[in-house]
């Protein structure tokens, strides 16, 4: 992103985007705070020794790190991805979330309760409980029914059969397999069975899902649509998903936030545009280079502050007053709460000025739609071709956060810094009227309102 040098007055006022809620520990779903697993036969020297600055390389004689040194936390609600090539310990790290291995070292919390630090019995009542789990080769029953395998969590927690089936059945629907309960998983297909699997897991109703590999042994086309569904189901339920994947693109599509592991570590922690645009280490960036970046990075990701912005009860000699100043032919109209309302032209509020009037409102134009932060950049490049000015970007709550410039759009995809300045006219072609007319004109005014 650029920085702007230009002077910021009321009417020029750069609006950030909301920066939400700050974070407590209610918003933590888990916690993993310097995690080690070392299998072997000598585990603690082996940490020693990787504390001391070895390499895990080093350590084979002693013992195998799969995992070293991690730490992050998942918030409730988010998609934590987990990525990272065969070997890198991503398998072993979200095994050792639900207890199937206990850490060497380190702790892991789940809803304030540290599951390396407890009873088996207690453990198997976080896992009832809190945790369910999807596995990538679908573990179902093959003597039970579908519905049957999709109640077998809730059969675990001793809910009574026709509670439990009745349960079972309602997920089924949710994941698109209404009517195939009595079937038997050998006559479904992959998907249908992956599905199963992930009904399973959500009958159970805990707040944490781990999902290790979930979609790779589906063909290409069912995996993607799998994927989809998982983000479908997702915003409704608002599960916390910890997703393991060897697939950067599935990573980019699913996660909220992303962790990149290589021989046991964790070398960066971010959200998809992080990933892509600010690559921690030459690693990283070679795993990103080749992914289609259109489809990861977002308006919110890559906008520009919109500088050119005008209050509607400004009225035109305001407006006018700062696309002048701005030497720009357009800007952007919000209200007391910065709110978008559209455009305005300055030849339209030329005329506004020069005819005594105080109504803004009339001129302003709303053949410009506003975009949503988290809309995808492939998504915007026919809008951005046709439009004369930038895109304003707009949160949930109407407020005007940003600007999207062609430029930007363009630079996005090359992962270069764009030179737009503020608020620009992409179309070279509607210049802005001369600035001494402007004054002339605003002279001539000056006793209007």
């Known amino acids: 992103m650029y920085e702007s ?30 995690v080690y697993k070392v299998f072997g036969k000598r585990p603690a020297e082996v940490i020693k020794r990787l504390k001391a600055g070895k390499k895990r390389d080093e350590l084979t004689a002693l013992g195998t790190a799969a995992v070293i040194d991690a730490s992050f936390e998942v918030k409730k609600g988010e998609i934590f991805v987990v990525m990272g090539l065969s070997g890198s310990g991503k398998s ?34 976080v896992r009832q409980q809190k945790i369910s789990m999807v596995f990538q080769h679908f573990a179902l029953m093959p003597h039970r029914t579908v519905l049957e395998n999709a109640a077998y969590a809730l059969e ?41 699997g992930l009904a399973r897991a959500l009958s159970a109703e805990t707040d944490i899902l781990l999902m290790d590999e979930a979609f790779s042994a ?46 046991g570590e964790i070398v960066q922690i971010g959200t998809p545009d992080e990933i892509l645009t600010s690559p921690a280490n030459d690693y990283v960036a070679a795993f990103v280079q080749d992914v289609d970046r259109t489809r990861v990075l977002t308006a919110g990701g890559v906008m520009e502050p ?18 002048r100043d701005l030497q720009v032919s357009a800007a952007f109209v919000v209200d007391r709460r910065r709110n978008y309302l559209g455009t305005v032209r300055d030849r339209d509020v030329m005329k506004q000025v020069e005819a005594h009037s105080s109504d803004l409102n009339s001129v ?29 970007v707009v949160n949930d709550a109407g407020r005007l956060v940003g600007a999207l410039p062609r430029v930007t759009l ?40």
């Not at 302003?364 to 895109?391: C, H, M, Q, W, Y």
């Open 306 to 323: 919109a500088l050119a912005v005008v209050n509607l009860s400004g009225g035109p000699r305001n407006a006018l007053r700062t696309m």
């Open 218 to 263: 589906l063909d290409p086309l069912i995996r993607r649509e799998m994927q989809e569904q998982l983000v479908l189901l997702q915003s409704e339920l608002e599960k916390t998903i910890i997703f393991i994947t060897h697939d950067l693109n599935e990573a980019m599509f699913l996660g909220d936030r992303i962790a990149v592991m290589r021989d």
């Open 92 to 125: 072993t790290l979200i095994r050792t979330l639900n207890g199937l291995w206990a850490p060497t070292e380190g702790s892991v919390v789940v809803g304030g309760t540290d599951i390396s630090k407890i009873s088996d019995k207690e453990l198997r009542r």
């Open 156 to 196: 675990v927690q001793g809910v009574a059969k026709a509670d439990r089936l009745a349960r079972a059945e309602k997920v089924l629907n949710l994941v698109g397999l209404e009517g195939w309960g009595a079937k038997y998983p050998s006559e479904l297909s992959g998907g249908m069975q992956q599905r199963v």
């Open 364 to 392: 302003i134009r709303k053949s410009i739609e506003p975009v949503s932060p988290e809309t995808a950049l492939n998504d915007l490049f026919g809008r951005a071709v046709e439009s004369p000015i930038p895109l304003p």
């Open 410 to 449: 363009l630079a996005a995809l090359g992962n270069v810094p764009s030179t737009t300045g503020e608020f620009p006219v992409v179309d070279t072609a509607v210049a802005p009227i001369p600035k001494q007319m402007v004054t002339d004109a605003l002279a001539k005014t000056e006793g209007d309102a």
């Open 5 to 34: 040098t230009d002077k910021v007055t009321p009417e020029t006022q750069i609006i950030p985007p909301d920066s939400g809620p700050q974070r407590t520990e209610n918003d933590i779903a888990l916690s993993v705070s310097n």
